[in-house]
């Protein structure tokens, strides 16, 4: 097998005809069998437990408190209220 066009290990362009990379030096023994191309992706390996992996992603986060939306929407009310009196009592 002839060298590949782009190094599947650093990505770096592949001479034609060239017996390794230029940039990381990998060959076909070293770094262009499939071994070699999923060693540096750190993939999860046996031990991996799936479920505690879901739970520590998806787990709910703890919830803001409302006080802050609550002041936020009396203050919007207020405001609006106070408008709507404006307008009124200008008419």
């Not at 479920?51 to 787990?59: G, L, R, V």
Request: hydrophobic residues 40%; negative net charge.
């Amino acid at each position: 097998m002839g060298a590949p066009d782009i190094c599947p290990n650093c990505g770096a362009d592949v001479p034609p005809n060239a017996k390794a990379c230029p940039e990381c030096g990998a060959c076909e023994q070293t770094g262009w069998s499939v071994a070699a191309r999923t060693s540096g992706l750190n993939l999860p390996g046996q031990d991996f437990d799936y479920d505690e992996f879901i739970e520590q992603e998806f787990a709910q986060k703890k919830k803001r408190h409302h006080g802050t939306t609550c002041f936020w929407c009396i203050i919007g009310t207020l405001l609006a209220a106070i408008i709507l009196i404006m307008i009124f009592w200008w008419k």
